[in-house]
């Protein structure tokens, strides 16, 4: 459920218009609902209730500071994955002892940066990076709270780009190998075995490949346990799925996953984290865009719009669907033909949609990509000088901008000449 609806024939985010933004802001922008930001958030935090939990934003899916502080003021953690992102949960008011920092290749300097600003755990993913956080930990004085981050290979049934609990694929460690490994862990300096981490890919549809990851979770906890770590944390990752179309059958809710957690490993005693993103921010976000053309090409009519992939790279990256609705609302009745739905980019793979269902639309026309909140803004550039696309936040009646479009000027000064020129 999000809050993007139709109202007097004129698509909404909450109580604005979304042409009234528009007017205000240009276009393409990305615009974020605040109210369901907050209901994806209160839904997992209701999933995992009564259980000691923390939920903590994956903010790689968007990690606009408003969005962050949203959901920081309802008592969010964070899932970082470089200390870019770590200064970004700090700046947003998020204290240390909520930031998880997960990833393959943290570097020594992002490690000392978190150990010296606070952290609530690292996710470690090898024996290599086991050595560093060590060495920089005990270096300091300090110690770093850590789970491993196991891969229970497992098939994820996703697409391929986004697995990561596959034996193949390059994140964690083997849960075969997990004994060993924290017996090392236990015998470095500035170590501190607090947990067990898993993750296994993103946008499941299907609760199973959870399960058979959790139970094997449940099984690591009791032998380690017998082995003497205190394992008191779980952290389960992110990776339930959204509607990307709405025609389709409705992939698991927050509340069945919930209850799987406590089936599987509810009778550990431990505190459980999850690192869910794109199901809190998905499909909180649009992308709003404006019809720049409509071209009758041989046997097949184009839609050109003044979004492209360097603002919205899902569709080019991973074949990714985005239902596309016209702001106006058309009429129950109205017909509909095949266009495809492309970008201005000199490139092939500048294209939304191939063939997709829309009615009659004509230049300056509004039309939004749903589903467009994770994943979206974060992954866009300024490929072909097109300036980064700006975001809105949305609460109730009002918007603000929560990250202005860069003039042309700003762009082009981000350049330097070199004295020899
Ligand atoms: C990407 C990622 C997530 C979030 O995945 P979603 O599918 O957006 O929920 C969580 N944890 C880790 C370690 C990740 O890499």
């Known amino acids: 459920m999000d809050h993007f609806l139709y109202r007097d024939g004129i698509l909404h985010a909450e109580d604005v218009a979304l042409p009234e933004i528009a007017a205000a802001v240009g276009t393409p922008f990305y615009c974020y609902s605040t109210a369901t930001l907050e209901r994806h958030f209160r839904l997992f935090q209701e999933a995992l209730n009564p259980l000691p939990n923390l939920v903590c934003f994956a903010m790689k899916s968007n990690s606009n500071q408003a969005v962050l502080r949203t959901l920081a003021n309802l008592g969010a953690g964070m899932d970082v994955v470089s200390g870019g992102e770590y200064l970004r949960a700090k700046a947003a008011g998020v204290p240390g002892d909520r930031i998880v920092f997960s990833g393959v290749g943290k570097t020594r300097a992002e490690m000392r940066q978190a150990l010296a600003g606070g952290i609530r755990q690292f996710n470690v993913e090898s024996e290599p990076e086991l050595m560093a956080l060590s060495e920089i930990a005990d270096g300091l004085g300090l110690t770093a709270p850590i789970a491993i981050r196991v891969n229970p290979d497992v098939d994820a049934k996703t697409h391929e780009k986004i697995a990561t609990g596959k034996s193949e694929n390059k994140f964690g460690i083997p849960i075969a190998r997990a004994r060993e490994v924290y017996a090392l862990a236990a015998s470095l300096p500035g170590i501190e075995v607090v947990g067990i981490d898993v993750h296994i890919g993103s946008q499941l549809t299907d609760l199973e490949p959870f399960h058979q990851a959790y139970a094997k979770v449940a099984e690591l906890t009791s032998v380690l346990r017998a082995e003497g770590h205190d394992i008191r944390r779980l952290d389960l990752g992110g990776g ?152 809105v936040l949305v609460k109730g009646d009002q918007f603000a901008v929560i990250r202005p479009r860069p003039t042309f000027d700003e762009i082009i000064n981000r350049d330097t000449i070199p004295s020899w020129l």
């Open 240 to 391: 339930l799925g959204i509607p990307y179309e709405r025609s389709n059958s409705a992939p698991p809710l927050p509340l069945e996953y919930g209850q799987l957690i406590k089936d599987t490993l509810g009778h550990l005693d431990c505190e459980i984290e999850i690192e869910p993103g794109r199901l809190i921010s998905g499909n909180a976000g649009i992308l709003v865009s404006e019809v720049i053309y409509v071209k009758e090409g041989e046997g097949r009519d184009f839609l050109i719009l003044d979004a492209a992939m360097n603002d919205l790279m899902r569709p080019s990256l991973y074949g990714a669907h985005h239902d596309i609705v016209p702001v106006v609302e058309p009429a129950a009745a109205a017909e509909t033909r095949g266009f495809d739905v492309v970008g201005p980019v000199c490139e092939t793979g500048d294209t939304f949609a191939k063939q997709r269902a829309l009615p009659h639309l004509s230049p300056g026309d509004l039309v939004a990509f749903r589903s467009a909140g994770a994943y979206g803004a974060v992954m866009a550039s300024e490929y072909n000088t097109r300036p980064l696309v700006p975001e």
